[in-house]
T-cell receptor, first 116, second 113 residues
Framework: EAGVTQFPSHSVIEKGQTVTLRCDPI?????LYWYRRVMGKEIKFLLH????????ESGMPNNRFLAERTGGTYSTLKVQPAELEDSGVYFC??????????????FGPGTRLLVL | RKEVEQDPGPFNVPEGATVAFNCTYS??????FFWYRQDCRKEPKLLMS???SGNEDGRFTAQLNRASQYISLLIRDSKLSDSATYLC??????????????FGSGTRLSIRP
């Protein structure tokens, strides 16, 4: 079974540009999560989709970040315009069932974003 | 104060040693607890869930103390391959509250030959 995949693996952009990250969850997983780890900090929750609906987006830092999951399959996270403090590793995770916080989340390899 | 606190380490121990990590959390309503392992420049992977009764998986033992709000991980007979960062994860003060998934900053473990 294929795991969670993310694209691109790395992205280097200039401040003010736009970047779109993609996540393909494990097939059949209704729940999809985005997380971010900035340099020297812990991994932080950004948002949670159940199928195509945003269940919880309380972790999104500001309105420069837009996440979508059209059709309930893959998800995109767009940062527009990117700022220096957006640099970090963006992880996507998926889980199978109800989204209960006790169930296992499977993480993708992450996208390393560097904003110059 | 951070919601989940861990000693960042690094812990540098010889192969075969027993090593223990602790983690404390601030939200007494938290429901679920996990240890994840993260290798350098890789994604976090679930090591084990942590239950009040304690649970063991091979050389790994996890314990939860709700009264004191701390979680522990014990690794016995450590192997070189155990070298990694261990993340304490606490979640859920409501049934579907994914926003309450809180990661600790991780404890680095290095096993030397």
């Amino acid at each position: 079974e294929a795991g969670v995949t993310q694209f691109p693996s790395h992205s280097v952009i200039e401040k003010g540009q736009t970047v779109t990250l993609r996540c393909d969850p494990i097939s059949g997983h209704d729940n999809l999560y985005w997380y971010r780890r900035v340099m020297g900090k812990e991994i932080k929750f950004l948002l949670h989709f159940v199928k195509e609906s945003k269940q919880d987006e309380s972790g999104m830092p500001n309105n420069r970040f837009l996440a979508e999951r059209t059709g309930g399959t893959y998800s995109t996270l767009k940062v527009q315009p990117a700022e220096l403090e957006d640099s970090g590793v963006y992880f996507c995770a998926s889980s199978h069932r109800t989204g209960w916080v006790g169930e296992t989340q499977y993480f993708g390899p992450g996208t390393r974003l560097l904003v110059l | 104060r951070k919601e989940v606190e861990q000693d960042p380490g690094p812990f540098n121990v010889p192969e075969g040693a027993t090593v223990a990590f602790n983690c404390t959390y601030s939200n007494s309503a938290s429901q679920s607890f996990f240890w994840y392992r993260q290798d350098c420049r890789k994604e976090p992977k679930l090591l084990m869930s942590v239950y009040s009764s304690g649970n063991e998986d091979g050389r790994f033992t996890a314990q939860l103390n709700r009264a004191s709000q701390y979680i522990s991980l014990l690794i016995r007979d450590s192997k070189l391959s155990d070298s990694a960062t261990y993340l304490c994860v606490v979640s859920g003060d409501s049934y579907s509250s994914a926003s309450k998934i809180i990661f600790g900053s991780g404890t680095r473990l290095s096993i030397r030959p």
